[in-house]
């Protein structure tokens, strides 16, 4: 299976803390979202970082790419309780129209 | 306001029943997709469609139906074929043609089996 893998699957911070979420892919691709869906409503796009940039920005997101370890992390710096949700990585692969989308990791912020 | 909406929010099937999830966007968007979620997991591909007219299986093809008379819609029909329907399906487009592979969702349809 091409589906990227969510590292942790869950993760409980209080909030003010940072939230670090990893995302593994097994096939090259030619960009890697990440996406934020709250419990029972549809996934809203955070972020897309393309194969040949390395690191990207977004308000209190920073996401970072290493094709050659074929892995991203998504960093959610002074977290708040609103963050509260789950978050997917996706990627698009090269030669594909499929967009794979991991299980997800559960992030939850105490307030 | 632009977006994508998807109807009904809760679905009831009956056995031997078809049911038909609509979808409907004003984006303007060329590409349109079907997702099914199961409870803790992430999203599977059932059937894509880049233009009207024309759709591809995903992943998790049995048992469901659409079609792409129209560009703004993205009907999907899950039949009795399907013997575990219960999910949450989760209706998404694109404008990949302007190299923008951000996919856009609509608000997800909850379908229960009686």
């Known amino acids: 299976s091409q589906q990227g893998e969510e590292d942790p699957q869950a993760l409980s911070i209080q909030e003010g803390e940072n939230a670090t979420m990893n995302c593994s892919y097994k096939t090259s691709i030619n960009n890697l979202q990440w996406y934020r869906q709250n419990s029972g409503r549809g996934l809203v796009h955070l972020i897309l970082?393309?194969?040949?940039?390395r690191e990207k920005h977004s308000g209190r997101l920073r996401v970072t790419l290493d094709t050659s370890k074929k892995s991203s992390s998504l960093l959610i710096t002074a977290s708040r309780a609103a963050d509260t949700a789950s978050y997917f990585c996706?990627?698009?692969?090269?030669?594909?129209?499929?967009?794979?989308f991991g299980a997800g990791t559960r992030l939850f912020v105490k307030a | 306001d632009g977006g994508i909406t998807q109807s009904p929010k809760y679905l009831f099937r009956k056995e031997g029943q078809n049911v038909t999830l609509s979808c409907e966007q004003n984006l303007n968007h060329d590409a349109m997709y079907w997702y099914r979620q199961d409870p803790g997991q992430g999203l599977r591909l059932i059937y894509y469609s880049q233009i009207v007219n024309d759709f591809q299986k995903g992943d998790i093809a049995e048992g469901y139906s659409v079609s792409r008379e129209k560009k703004e819609s993205f009907p999907l029909t899950v039949t009795s074929a399907q013997k575990n329907p219960t999910a949450f399906y989760l209706c998404a487009s694109s404008n990949y043609r302007q190299n923008q592979e951000t996919q856009y969702f609509g608000p997800g349809t909850r379908l229960l089996v009686l």
């Open positions: 996706a990627t698009d692969h090269t030669g594909g129209f499929k967009t794979i």
């Open positions: 970082i393309r194969s040949n940039e």
